[in-house]
């Protein structure tokens, strides 16, 4: 009996103890304080550097610029150098881009909006500026300046000489003569001179081809349009002596989009020329490769631009 009086009064005191430990307050590490104020600390930053207090960039250089923003002053360095003919100015402003590849960037800007065919004044101005900055660009060509006409010299005239007073001779009756029909003149018809046509295709590139995995010599063709991108279906004129033949683009589209080639033969000497009209290329003779190259024969690689530029067509809007 005194056993289990005993083992009773312990249990009451352990279950008073958990009930006291139960209504204390939970106690807070000292961890858990500090995070929570790094995280209001972060939280009130960002809240006075966003909202409260933001920094502002004021007279930043251009050349901290991103080059997406760094593109655009160059457009609009082109679009003032346009309006107010001011090289020097335009000269200033772009060098404080501090970019040493500025020719080639502006080359490069005046191509992409060739390609996306933004409007032609835009492009048209950045080709001027590339020109001025001495930037390199096969579509350059395509912008070149209008040659204006010969000056007309006007001719001397003679100075009017002043008449001088003389005396009439005195009138004598005279029998009319008989009215003759003046002979009537027949207009000759005047021949107007033809413009001569432009043609549609020029050369960019003429070069040795040089590959021994090749089973014979080529000539081989590629084909762009004006804004530098593969023509496929573009019809290409292969003459020689006593011989001719043709080919179209698009037919190899593992190779190019605008490649075609055609097989050559020992000593014969081919012409080639684009079906819409192009400068002629001739004299192509399958020739030794140098040395260095094993010394096999080899073919030629032409280049050709289709000088059309297509005006891009504006949408109607709703």
């Given at each position: ?9 312990y249990q ?12 204390a307050p ?8 500090v995070l929570?104020?790094l ?12 909202l409260?207090?933001?920094?502002v960039?004021?007279?930043a250089?251009p050349e901290?610029?991103?080059d ?7 457009f ?6 346009a ?6 100015r335009a ?6 881009l501090?970019d040493?590849?500025?020719p080639q ?14 409007p032609?004044g ?7 500026l590339?020109q001025r900055l001495?930037?390199?660009?096969p579509?350059?060509?395509l ?15 003679a100075a009017a ?6 005396l ?8 009319r003569p008989?009215?003759t029909p003046?002979?009537?003149?027949t207009?000759?018809p005047?021949?107007?001179?033809t ?8 050369l960019l590139?003429q ?8 089973p014979a ?9 004006a804004?530098?991108?593969?023509l ?8 020689w ?10 037919f190899?589209p593992?190779q ?8 050559m033969?020992p000593?014969?000497?081919y012409?080639?020329?684009?079906a819409e009209?192009s400068?002629?290329i001739?004299?192509?003779r399958?020739?030794?490769c140098?040395?260095a190259?094993g ?15 297509n005006e ?7």
């Amino acid at each position: 009996m005194l056993t289990m009086f005993r083992s009773s009064r312990y249990q009451s005191q352990r279950e008073r103890q958990q009930q006291e430990d139960d209504s204390a307050p939970p106690r807070i590490a000292a961890a858990s304080f500090v995070l929570l104020g790094l995280i209001l600390g972060v939280a009130g930053g960002l809240i006075y550097t966003w909202l409260i207090n933001p920094v502002v960039y004021v007279d930043a250089s251009p050349e901290r610029l991103s080059d997406r923003y760094k593109d655009e002053y160059v457009f609009l360095v082109s679009q003032n150098y346009a309006a107010t003919g001011d090289w020097e100015r335009a000269q200033q402003r772009l060098e404080a881009l501090e970019d040493r590849n500025l020719p080639q960037r502006v080359a490069s800007l005046f191509e992409r909006y060739l390609r996306e065919g933004r409007p032609a004044g835009h492009v048209r101005n950045l080709a001027i500026l590339t020109q001025r900055l001495g930037g390199e660009s096969p579509a350059l060509s395509l912008f070149g300046p209008t040659p204006l006409p010969p000056p007309v010299t006007p001719e001397p005239t003679a100075a009017a000489s002043t008449p001088t007073a003389t005396l009439l001779p005195t009138p004598t009756l005279t029998r009319r003569p008989t009215n003759t029909p003046r002979p009537t003149l027949t207009p000759t018809p005047t021949q107007i001179p033809t413009a001569t046509p432009r043609p549609v295709y020029r050369l960019l590139s003429q070069e040795r081809v040089c590959n021994a995995d090749e089973p014979a010599p080529r000539i081989e063709v590629v084909v762009v349009d004006a804004l530098l991108e593969p023509l496929a279906g573009a019809e290409v004129l292969v003459t020689w002596e006593g011989g001719a033949d043709r080919f179209f683009t698009g037919f190899q589209p593992d190779q190019d989009p605008g490649y075609g080639d055609f097989v050559m033969e020992p000593d014969v000497s081919y012409s080639v020329t684009m079906a819409e009209g192009s400068p002629t290329i001739s004299g192509l003779r399958i020739e030794p490769c140098p040395q260095a190259s094993g010394g096999l024969p080899g073919g030629w690689r032409l280049t050709f631009q289709n000088l059309t530029v297509n005006e891009p067509t504006a949408t109607p809007e709703a």
